[in-house]
């Protein structure tokens, strides 16, 4: 795995899950900062879906061409092994004032 940075779209492998989290391998959001990628062996992600309920904890973006979710209500620590082909980028200004909102 080469270097992983935020706003970085990758597969990741979510499973085992308990109960309710998010299941499966999708496309997730890394979103922990630049300088925690580069000497952890985690990351912070977010997965995405094209379902869900709406909430103001989930903006909504088009990617890939897709309209979906980021799902910062469903924010996960994980291993950079359990990261797969990377898919793309999202913009910061898309997702972060979402993200700042919820620790307020």
């Known amino acids: 795995m080469g270097v992983v940075k935020r706003c970085e779209v990758y597969w990741v492998k979510l499973d085992p899950t308990v109960g309710t989290e998010i299941k499966k391998t999708r496309p997730a959001l890394v979103v922990s900062p630049d300088d925690m990628n580069a000497v952890l062996p985690r990351v912070m992600v977010a997965p995405l879906t094209s379902k869900g309920q709406p909430l103001g904890c989930r903006p909504e973006v088009t990617f890939d061409g897709k309209m979906g979710r980021i799902l910062l ?19 910061l200004a898309l997702w972060h004032p979402f993200l700042m909102e919820m620790f307020e």
């Open 73 to 91: 209500d469903q924010l996960r620590c994980v291993d950079k092994a359990r990261l797969g082909g990377k898919l793309g980028e999202i913009d």
